[in-house]
């Protein structure tokens, strides 16, 4: 977990109106990211963050978001999309950040996600589904893939990025898409 760290993943990135306003947002969002914040996190879930995730907290160290991202088949919530609530802060102040009492350990040794990855952000459904990157391909120094995670359909994995870049640039206002319907 000792390499040097690349940049560079959002040079083109607006985030103009990327965060949510209001006082429910701020569950999400760390002060100011430090070396020993990223350390802490690698540490408690034995895998390295990627480069992009670290450095998008960076610039902002999470926060709460009204956007959704496609999805390649349906879930067991819409047919679509799914809906992103919030991005998970490097740290553990913050009650939905990745140490907080509400964030990824928690979904984790509560809920029971699965310990092939770490959760980086939530939906509206609280804590049927989680967001999560992807370690099995990769291991846990690798590049990992970001995935939906559905607690409600036997922790079933769908893939929405490569890397958790893409999947920052693959956000969309969730008014891009029809109003939530039921699966089934």
């Known amino acids: 977990m000792h390499r040097e760290r690349t940049t560079g993943h959002f040079d083109e990135f607006d985030a103009g109106d990327f965060w949510a306003r ?59 999309h799914v809906a992103i609530w919030g991005i998970f802060g490097i740290g553990r102040t913050a009650s939905r950040s990745l140490l907080g009492p509400q964030g990824a350990r928690f979904m984790r ?15 509206p459904t609280g804590t049927r589904e989680l967001i999560m990157l992807d370690y099995r391909e ?20 769908v893939v929405l990025a490569p890397d958790f870049a893409s999947f920052i640039r693959g956000l969309v206002p969730v008014e891009e898409f029809d109003k939530p319907r039921l699966v089934g």
């Open 22 to 80: 209001g006082e429910w947002a701020q569950a999400y969002f760390e002060p100011e990211l430090s070396a020993m914040q990223i350390v802490a996190a690698e540490c408690v879930f034995g895998k390295r963050l990627p480069d992009s995730y670290v450095e998008f907290s960076s610039f902002n160290n999470g926060g709460g978001l009204a956007r959704a991202h496609p999805v390649p088949q349906p879930t067991s919530w819409v047919k679509d």
């Open 109 to 123: 040794d509560v809920w029971g996600y699965p310990e092939w990855g770490i959760g980086v952000g939530d939906t």
């Open 138 to 157: 990769c291991g846990p120094e690798g590049e990992p893939s970001v995935v939906h995670v559905d607690r409600g359909a036997g922790y079933a994995a």
